[in-house]
């Protein structure tokens, strides 16, 4: 169901306060695990050399293919979203629209499949 759709059928809910970003819901400095520094040169090698597009809003659509139906499906998608701004050189303010979908697999089967496109107004 679109939000449009959901709209019409009076099951989108809003609540007028201001979204806390994650910087904001640490306190003090937080540091790199060499877990993530060992993720973060396995994303390097592995993800594709593509373009992506420059002067537009952007959408992102990532799926992520879990052994777990425990995982929750928004855990990756900030650490690999800064690894890909990093690498493509975007920022991510500029992702307007994200989709995440989450699959299960056999362990060993995991995955992350994305699309970086430009975001069409309408």
Same mark, same amino acid.
């Given at each position: 169901?679109?939000?449009? /759709?959901?709209?019409?059928?009076?099951?989108?809910?809003?609540?007028?306060?201001?979204?806390?970003?994650? @910087?904001?819901?640490?306190? *003090?400095?937080?540091?790199?695990?060499?877990?993530?520094?060992? #993720?973060?040169?396995?994303?390097?090698?592995?993800?594709?050399?593509? /373009?992506?597009?420059?002067?537009?809003?952007?959408?992102?659509?990532?799926? !992520?293919? !879990?052994?777990?139906?425990?995982?929750?499906?928004? @855990?990756?998608?900030?650490?690999?979203?800064? &690894?890909?701004?990093?690498?493509?050189? !975007? @920022?991510?303010?500029? &992702? #307007?629209? *994200?989709?995440?979908?989450?699959?299960?697999?056999?362990?060993?089967? /995991? !995955?992350?499949?994305?699309?970086?496109?430009?975001? /069409?107004? *309408?």
């Amino acid at each position: 169901m679109s939000l449009c /759709e959901a709209k019409a059928h009076g099951v989108v809910h809003r609540i007028d306060l201001k979204p806390l970003s994650v @910087n904001q819901a640490w306190k *003090g400095r937080r540091f790199k695990t060499d877990r993530y520094k060992a #993720y973060i040169r396995s994303c390097r090698a592995l993800l594709p050399k593509i /373009e992506v597009p420059q002067g537009c809003k952007l959408q992102i659509h990532f799926v !992520f293919g !879990f052994s777990s139906a425990g995982s929750d499906w928004d @855990n990756p998608i900030k650490p690999l979203q800064d &690894i890909m701004q990093d690498l493509y050189g !975007f @920022n991510d303010s500029r &992702i #307007y629209r *994200g989709i995440t979908d989450k699959v299960l697999v056999k362990k060993g089967s /995991e !995955f992350i499949e994305f699309s970086i496109t430009p975001l /069409e107004d *309408g």
